[in-house]
């Protein structure tokens, strides 16, 4: 009986597998057309969608001292010790955390990757937000509820958010805050380089609150690779 060499089949199924990916993942960033963009910016490793969670409520002495969300309401954001926020230092009781009624999901993009800047072009986004390129920049979209006219809100948010990589916790160093159509607001959280993001770090942790919600999205730097490039 002879026997048929599976090689060939083998390098068949190789081929098929790569040519159905992403279309984008197979060609110079300079020829994404407007279809390859919009699958970049809405399913690749450097855009997520995160689901809010509710923190617990604080006293109504911590939510004056605080920043506003939705009007006259404190957001409570400077109740919460570092060591909540971030899990870091000393032991505190993990806060019972249960999805909102009424919010759903909201758009996490790395900003300031390169795929990410491209894509924006070819599907022709208006106004994508400015980032300094010393900074890694992460943008949450479609924030309800947040009082830009607030004094020291940024200040605030800033405080509250920080990047993990393992043990180390990096805070951004400037908060921007871009107002959308609906009362919705673009967040972006500019993270200094100075702590460098390698392929060796296997996991990186976002976290952001907003006034009781808390967003908590996980990059992997191994799948933000573009033809062989680490983009962040």
Known sequence: MHQISKAPLLIVSAAFLMA????????????????????????????KKAQPVQLPNTSEAARRQSGRMGGSQGVGIQALSPSTLTGVGAKAQEPTRHRPRGIGAVEVRWESALPVREAEKAAHEEDPPAWDGEMYAIAVYDVPGLDIDSKGLSAELK??????????VVRPARVDLLPQEGDLTTVVFLFPRTIEITLEIKRVEFTTVFGRLSVTQVFNPQEMQFQGKLEL
Request: hydrophobic share 35%.
């Open 20 to 47: 159905s990916g992403p279309s984008w993942t197979n060609k110079p960033m300079q020829q994404w057309n407007e279809a390859d963009a919009k699958q970049v910016l809405s399913s690749s490793p450097w855009v």
């Open 159 to 168: 405080q509250a958010a920080f990047l993990k990589l393992g043990k180390k």
